[in-house]
């Protein structure tokens, strides 16, 4: 009987280091990150390559002006490349169709799936505008064809098409193509396709950044407690749960 | 109906588009061409409607006048209108020209190339801005042009073109320099330009486009691979400082974070590892290699399609390569994509036969993929609609069924498998015809008895139908199928072929115009007079009409390996009746053109020991003591010269056939002992042998030479049960044959010992 209980008393002991995890207090905390350095240069790169891949032209002039920071790419092509991500978020395809063909026009004959989007956010806009009749048309002579080519084309251009048999578009099952976050979705594809075919990353690098900062926290979550950082935007360290 | 109103819309637009091309003023035409770009690019089917309204040759010609027009060194508002032009006609022709067959054959109709060769990428091209445009557009234009397979062969012979090519790579527009290398890749294909290539020293500027733009190092990759494709003599001349810099460049690259490019530097490497032996050979790049490609695989445009082709480039015919796929798990990754389903069919064909690959050779592979349950979708892809996945699908169940286990188990002999393989021999495509008949030439290698399968279900009138193809690889093919058919089939098997294939029509392919053709016919006979005595009868048919085709061909043949299969075939006549024996002799020594020499005293003398070996199989069966005439018969040979010949093999280097002549007053010993089927492997079993028969040789005594035999097989079958695989057929079958010759031997004291040996299709597996 008692060596039951001596074996239960040693396992809640086992328990009690595992559940146990070191606290690291504020002021440990603060002292060593102050004891890390890093360097200016490398901040102001990565806010330029944030302005610059999102083609923020003028803040990243600006930021140029003012820190001397040099953009990885020639801020000229930035414009062009905006201009066309522009039309694109306010529903001028059409408009954003030539622009990128005058910047490059192996970009949409060489993009099959981009070329197809672009025409579908088209069809999503005729159809937004009421224009049924020119819709249906426009669905049968550009984009039909395409759907021949690829079965997955095709089963977006049915969805597309079904918006126009719902009376409510706003609550059918394909109503988040009217959606704003639809043009979004398209403006960014265009987006990453000129920066690619500029052999520029068509991802910032600070999204992986704080990515790794929520990995790396979680992977001590489980051997410490410390200050965390919750919130991004404030990046305020919040004092951990004793 | 709504189609023909649509299309009847697209071409009032078009038409519209085009009037207005015609038009005189300079800005109207500007805007037609903008909006015809517009219309084209990206969209395949509108590039169709407009090209069958004129639009090439009307581009072209605007492209033609403003050339004319243009003045290069001015930069004025009307001078920019032309330049425009320029701009937007080279555009519209590139975007004709961008992946569309009809496309690029209408734009060099035109003459659309030269125009924008001419017009854009003059040598001494100014600097001003708006000029730079013009010489883009053309590039561009150009590069597209050059991409197709229809594009003019550029002519690197000619020292302006040389030149020319090489001011292209020296620009700094990078449109410009991928152009210049577009035009290496399409164009360079025979040695002497990768000569003249790697001479000019176009590698080193290739090499340093490896470290520009995205456009540059994929354009640069392919070129560097172009010039090394193939060619060991240029490869081993890349020898120097910088090779060490380039070759680690380009493993660098091989982690790029675009796909593309990866699959590019991948087949880079390849093509210089498979172009010399002394490049690239380490471990670690072996496996980084193989890991990337099955990593592209994951791709899913293009690029993964592709991936598959490279790998099966990086490990076909190389077997420490499949054996280091096979470690890093390639098979189960290739299955893991095969089963997605609804595959691409270039991706589909691809992964086919990069499996066919990894099988070629090694038996863990093959095991593999059987445990996976791969045939299943293999079987599948044999009634695809595309010929080029139908004949993947056969390569890969052909490579698949070289595994003899299996083989011997009949796990491909069943209707699933056989059905839709023998459905194929009619298939449309030729080639498709010739993989299926690989595939089957395996199957048939059937160590049950269930070749009838195969026959009920059709097979045997098909293969003997496609015997009489006139196209040669099919009857080749179909021969090496009924030939593998026919090894070691019962005899109501052989039965139903022979009297498919008929004595005539056997008699005429021994006597094919192709030599390969008569080869497979004479192995066919071979195997078809293999066994019992009544199977010899049948080379007898018609009045023997086959056995005068054999003994022509042998008499006529150059060719070595028709001459072993007619002795082969001779040898197998001669275990026959005393009829048959006769027969034989007839054909080696009356029907000889010079009586004086036989044919076979040529090839006893022969350097190719398998010949020597196949006239002595023949000589001894003729010989053997069992049979009344054989005394006759010896001294027939004898007078003919042939009985010294083959005395004196005692001393034959090669020691594949052992023959000793023990001759006494009341008969003779003949001992002729098999001892492998391949010399090289068991060298270390002929020492022994030899040792001991050199022994057996000296013995007076039958009784004694009785035991030495004994003594010799089972140490022989001691020998080759430890080297060979014991799951080889030709374990088995030397193993039977020593434990036939052991049998005999006991029951009586002088013995002889004759086998003829039957031909394990190694060859065709």
Redesign the interface.
């Known amino acids: 009987m008692s060596l039951f209980w001596i074996v239960i008393r040693q396992l809640a002991e086992i328990e009690a280091m595992a559940m146990s995890k070191k606290v690291i207090t504020r002021e440990e905390w603060e002292k060593k990150l102050n004891d890390v350095k890093i360097r200016k240069e490398d901040m102001n790169k990565l806010v330029m390559n944030f302005l610059v891949t999102e083609g923020y032209v003028d803040a990243a002039e600006k930021f140029r002006m003012e820190s001397g920071t040099e953009p990885d790419i020639d801020l000229a092509t930035i414009t062009d490349r905006m201009a066309v991500k522009k039309a694109v978020q306010c529903g001028n395809v059409e408009d954003a169709i030539e622009k990128v063909n005058d910047l490059n026009p192996e970009i949409l004959d060489t993009n099959p799936q981009l070329f197809f989007h672009l025409q579908q956010q088209r069809l999503i806009e005729l159809i937004r505008n009421g224009k049924v009749e020119e819709a249906l048309e426009f669905a049968q002579e550009e984009l039909a064809p395409r759907g021949e080519e690829n079965q997955s084309f095709l089963e977006e251009l049915e969805r597309t098409v079904a918006l126009l048999a719902f009376e409510d578009v706003s609550n059918c099952p394909v109503g988040d193509l009217l959606d704003i976050s639809q043009r979004l979705k398209t403006a960014s594809e265009v987006n990453a396709a000129i920066l690619t075919s500029q052999s520029h990353e068509k991802d910032p690098k600070l999204p992986s950044l704080l990515k790794m900062l929520l990995w790396a926290q979680n992977q001590l979550d489980e051997k410490a407690a410390y200050p965390r950082i919750n919130d991004l935007a404030t990046a305020t360290l919040e004092d951990p749960a004793i | 109906m709504?189609?023909t109103?649509?299309?009847a819309?697209?071409t009032t637009v078009g038409n519209n588009i085009l009037l207005r091309l015609t038009s005189g003023e300079r800005d109207v035409k500007l805007k037609a061409l903008?909006e015809l770009?517009?219309q084209i690019?990206?969209?395949?089917?509108k590039k169709l409607s407009f090209l069958k309204l004129g639009a090439v040759p009307a581009v072209a010609g605007i492209l033609s006048d403003a050339v004319s027009a243009v003045d290069v060194a001015d930069n004025d508002e009307n001078d920019r209108i032309v330049k425009d032009i320029i701009v937007q006609s080279a555009?519209v022709l590139?975007?004709f020209a961008?992946?569309f067959e009809a496309g690029v054959r209408a734009v060099l109709d035109a003459g659309a190339d030269i125009l924008i060769q001419r017009g854009c990428l003059v040598e001494e091209m100014p600097l001003l801005k708006s000029y730079m445009e013009v010489v883009d557009a053309g590039a561009?234009s150009l590069k597209?042009i050059y991409q197709s397979k229809m594009a003019p062969k550029y002519d690197f012979l000619q020292e302006e073109n040389m030149e020319f090519l090489l001011s292209l790579l020296n620009n700094e527009s990078e449109n410009v320099s991928g152009l210049g290398a577009s035009i290496i890749s399409h164009s360079c294909k025979t040695s002497l330009e990768q000569k003249l290539l790697f001479d000019a020293g176009v590698l080193k500027r290739l090499t340093s486009l490896l470290g520009g733009?995205?456009?540059q190092r994929d354009a640069s990759l392919e070129s560097i691979a172009t010039i090394f494709k193939n060619n060991p003599e240029v490869v081993s001349q890349f020898v120097g400082p910088d090779t060490g810099r380039t070759l680690s460049c380009i493993i660098e690259i091989v982690k790029d974070?675009?796909a593309r490019t990866r699959l590019l530097a991948s087949l880079c490497l390849i093509v210089i590892r498979n172009a010399s032996p002394c490049y690239l050979q380490d471990v670690g790049i072996k496996t980084k290699l193989i890991n990337n490609l099955l990593e592209l695989l994951d791709d899913p445009g293009r690029v993964g399609d592709e991936a598959s082709f490279a790998f099966s480039s990086l490990i076909a015919e190389k077997e420490d390569m499949q054996k280091l796929a096979f470690e890093v798990n390639g098979v189960d990754k290739l299955y893991n994509h095969l089963q997605k389903g609804?595959l691409h069919p270039r991706r589909f064909e691809g992964i086919l036969l990069a499996l066919a690959d990894m099988c070629s050779k090694l038996e863990c592979c093959r095991s593999r993929c059987l445990s996976l349950q791969v045939l299943k979708l293999v079987v599948d892809a044999l009634a695809h609609d595309s010929s080029d996945v139908r004949s993947a699908a056969c390569m890969c169940l052909r490579s698949v069924s070289r595994s003899i286990k299996n083989l011997s188990a009949g796990s491909f002999m069943n209707e699933t498998i056989v059905i839709p393989l023998v459905r194929l021999l009619d298939d449309t495509s030729t080639a498709v015809q010739v993989a299926a008949l690989g595939a089957i030439s395996n199957i048939v290698v059937d160590f049950t008895t269930r070749r009838s399968t195969f026959i009920r279900l059709g097979g045997v009138k098909l293969l003997v139908q496609l015997s009489k193809s006139m196209d040669s690889t099919i009857r080749l093919n179909a021969l090496r199928a009924l030939r593998n058919l026919i090894f070691l089939a019962e005899d109501k098997c052989k039965e139903e072929i022979f009297m498919e294939l008929t004595a005539s029509l056997l008699a005429s392919l021994i006597c094919d115009p192709e030599p390969s053709v008569q080869e497979q016919a004479l192995a066919l006979v071979r195997n078809l007079v293999d066994g019992r005595i009544n199977s010899v009868e049948y080379i007898f048919a018609e009045d023997g009409i086959i056995l005068d085709a054999v003994g022509r061909q042998l008499r006529i043949a150059s060719k070595a390996e028709i001459e072993i299969q007619g002795m082969y075939v001779l040898g197998n006549v001669a275990t026959g009746k005393e009829s048959h024996k006769e027969a034989v002799m007839d054909q080696l020594l009356l029907r000889a053109e010079n009586k004086a020499q036989s044919c076979i005293i040529k090839f006893l003398q022969s350097n190719d020991s398998r010949l020597r070996t196949a006239a002595v199989w023949a000589v001894l069966n003729l010989t053997c003591s069992s049979s009344p005439g054989s005394s006759g018969r010896l001294v027939k040979l004898h007078d003919a010269g042939i009985v010294s010949h083959v005395k004196n093999m005692v001393n034959d280097p090669c020691l594949d056939v052992k023959v000793i002549y023990f001759s006494s007053l009341s008969g003779f010993l003949i001992v002729v002992l098999m001892v492998c089927l391949m010399t090289s492997r068991f060298s270390l079993v002929q020492l022994r042998v030899k040792t001991a028969l050199e022994q057996f040789n000296s013995f007076d005594d039958s009784l004694a030479s009785t035991s030495c035999l004994q003594f010799l097989t089972v140490r022989a079958v001691g020998e080759l049960s430890h080297v060979v695989d014991p799951s080889s057929k030709e374990e088995e079958s030397i193993a039977n044959y020593f434990r036939f010759s052991m049998k005999k031997n006991k029951k009586k004291k002088s013995t002889r010992t004759v086998k003829f040996c039957f031909d394990v299709p190694a060859d065709s597996l």
Do not use: D, H, Y
């Open positions: 709504p189609t109103t649509a299309s819309v697209c903008r770009k517009n690019i990206g969209n395949r089917t555009a590139g975007s961008c992946g561009r597209m733009s995205l456009i974070r675009f609804s």
